[in-house]
């Protein structure tokens, strides 16, 4: 279970800040997003698979949050959050890499999103916690710190968000 407080008092989301949301499923971490950003922030779910994203709208106007957009789209492709260049404050990448062939595409997208100073958040499965590898792919802290490293961005600090998570993170 990742501690949502935690995650949101290391990551230092501010009022009003644009977030981009990566795999954001039926949107548990989006939704605490939205409240953190408040009314005049913005957040980005984006995720492949339509359903969790219809549930994710549905819990979202049950909230009376209106601040958050979904996006059904690729992260695997180029391009693929469909968000403009430097348009982020802050992107945050929450249990996806382990379900990824290439997460430094993943990795990519985040720093062409971000603004300039902009932060990236990656918060994975320990590999010892995580259960039924199969067709998953495991990754320990400092693999992922050398592909975002790879990439342009640079390490910030690890943390963790909870027992059976890591948390890292890197800033554009």
Known sequence: MIEIKRFIQEAEIHGG?????FGAGSGFIALELAKAVGPTGEV??????????E?????????????IRTIKS???????????SNSCDLVVIVNLLFQVEEPKT???????ILKAGGKAVVIEWL???LIGKENQFVHQPEDVKKIF????????????????HYGLIFQK
């Open 127 to 129: 590999p010892q916690k």
């Open 55 to 67: 549930v994710l709208e549905t819990r979202a106007k049950n909230l009376k949050l209106f601040n």
């Open 74 to 84: 690729d992260l695997e492709k180029e391009n693929g959050s469909t968000l403009q």
């Open 149 to 164: 490293q790879k990439q342009g961005f640079n390490f910030v600090k690890l943390f963790s968000p909870g027992l059976s």
């Open 17 to 21: 800040e644009k977030v981009a949301d």
């Open 44 to 53: 980005a779910a984006i995720d492949i698979l339509e359903e969790p994203l």
């Open 106 to 112: 993943i990795a990519k997208e985040a720093k062409r």
